[in-house]
Each structure stands twice: as structure tokens, then as C-alpha cells.
């Protein structure tokens, strides 16, 4: 790559290609620009740490993206937090030697919560949130006060939309929303890209009331500006629910009898005979 484009072969150009090549879906060249790196020599930093963990992450490997989080847990002030924690273990398994890595850092750890979210892994990634940061997603104002003397990392608006974005698209709306609530507590201001991570195409679909209440909510209690594009989400979801509505009302009106067979084969009316005993 260097030799080619004739630019300076140090980090940062090796890190803008690096991430230049995850956005635009090139995993595969994204491999060999970290291996020409490492075999130049070129002392990786913890943004090389953070795209590498993005792109085990975006090729389904979450154990190289564990272990690659654990060298930068190894490499940080906040190693003993890693090793005492129950998920440190985890993250600590099959660790390797890194020493030209600086240790661990928020784009970094935003990455390790975004592979989490990506796998589904909800839990885990709250975990690590809270013993990293000090701070769980429903944290009291005690809690908060508490966090003032934490020596952990202090999330930024990338971790608190990387825990709200993944928390919406899994409908756990609630956390979600108790997220917001959170980051606005830190300091860090919900802002209009805040709603776009809830209220998306899917999660309209779903419950198009429940996302409309969010939106105002956020409106009311934040300043959040609701953009047009959440507007026009809304509004086309309900355009589709009430489009049902009606299809369902034609086909009951047509044959009254065929909503309360397909229930009853379903099982959905709920009088169906319980199963036997084996």
C-alpha cells in the first residue's frame, strides 16, 4: 500500500486506510493493509486496536475481537478492572504479547461494545459498560456522584449510541430510553441522531406508537429536534398499520368465520385444549 501510493508509512496513514476500507465493506484488503503494517514494523496505536476489533467484529470472529481487546486491557491503567471482573476472564483468555500498543482507550472500547451489540450479546455488553465506566444503564443519582471518584473510562456520545442503537434494534426499548436518560445525566447532550438510533424503519414497524411516544419524549424532556426522516418513518409506518387494519377488516366483513378458524388453529384465541400429559 505505501509502496504504491507513495505516502509516508506511519500509523495514521495506515490507520486512515485501514478505516477507509471497513466503510466500504473491503474486509479482506483491510487484513492485508494490518499485516503489511506490522510487518513494516510500524507501531500500531489504540485506533489500529479499535479498527481491528471493528473488523474481527464485522467477519463474525468474536473471539479475535475478545482477544484483541485483552491486549488492550493489558496494555492499560485499567488492567486490574479487566482481570477482577467476570468478564475479564473471558477477555483475558489466550492473550498475547503486544508491547507496541498503548493500551486501552474509548474508541476502542466503543468498538468491543459495538462486536457485543452486533452478536447480540446484550448483556455482556452492559456488563462491560458498568465495569468499565462505573456506571449502570440505570444509574442513580448516587450512582452518579459515586462516578466522580471512578478511575475507569468516561463514556463519550459514541458509547452511549452504540449501547442505545443496538438496546432499539434488539426492542429493548426501555433501556434504551433509560440510556438517553443516562447520557444526559454525564453531560452528554441527546441529539437529533440519538432518536434516528431508536426510531428506525424496524423498530416503526413494530410499534409505531411506541416509537411516536419516544420522539416526544425526547423532544420534551431533551430539546431533541425531531427530523423530518423520523417524521416521514412514522408516518409511513402508521400509513401501514392502518393499511392492515383495513385488510383485516375487509376479510373479516367478507368471511366472519375465517379470523376465528385461523386463531383457533393458531391457537391464538386462547381456548384451544391444553396439551396432554406425556
Not at 503494517?37 to 485506533?47: D, H, L
Request: net charge negative.
Amino acid at each position: 500500500y505505501a509502496t504504491l501510493t507513495g505516502v509516508v508509512a506511519d500509523v495514521t496513514n495506515y490507520n486512515a486506510y485501514i478505516n477507509a476500507c471497513l466503510r466500504a465493506g473491503n474486509y479482506g484488503r483491510a487484513f492485508e493493509v494490518v499485516r503489511e503494517m506490522r510487518e513494516r514494523g510500524v507501531q500500531p496505536s489504540t485506533w489500529t486496536q479499535a479498527y481491528l476489533i471493528r473488523l474481527y467484529g464485522e467477519t463474525g470472529d468474536l473471539e479475535s475481537a475478545r482477544r484483541e481487546f485483552a491486549r488492550a486491557c493489558r496494555n492499560s491503567p485499567w488492567t486490574g478492572v479487566a482481570e477482577t471482573s467476570s468478564i475479564g476472564t473471558k477477555y483475558w483468555q489466550e492473550k498475547t504479547d503486544d508491547h507496541g500498543v498503548y493500551g486501552l482507550g474509548i474508541g476502542t472500547f466503543n468498538e468491543m461494545l459495538g462486536v457485543l451489540g452486533r452478536n447480540g450479546l446484550m448483556s455482556e455488553m452492559r456488563d462491560l459498560f458498568m465495569r468499565f465506566t462505573g456506571l449502570s444503564v440505570e444509574a442513580t443519582d448516587s450512582e452518579l456522584q459515586a462516578r466522580a471518584r471512578h478511575t475507569g473510562l468516561r463514556p463519550n456520545a459514541h458509547t452511549f449510541h452504540e449501547l442505545i442503537h443496538w438496546h432499539a434494534t434488539y426492542w429493548d426499548m426501555d433501556t434504551a430510553v433509560n440510556i438517553v436518560r443516562l447520557m444526559s445525566k454525564c453531560g452528554v447532550r441527546p441529539v437529533p441522531k440519538t432518536l434516528k438510533l431508536i426510531v428506525t424503519p424496524q423498530t416503526a414497524e413494530r410499534d409505531v406508537e411506541t416509537c411516536a411516544q419516544i420522539a416526544i419524549l425526547l423532544r420534551e424532556e431533551y430539546g431533541v429536534q425531531v427530523s423530518q426522516s423520523v417524521v416521514r418513518i412514522i408516518e409511513t409506518a402508521r400509513e401501514k398499520a392502518e393499511e392492515m387494519e383495513e385488510q383485516i377488516k375487509s376479510a373479516e366483513s367478507q368471511n366472519p368465520t375465517f379470523l376465528q378458524t385461523l386463531s383457533n388453529l393458531t391457537g391464538l384465541s386462547g381456548s384451544a385444549a391444553p396439551p396432554k400429559d406425556s
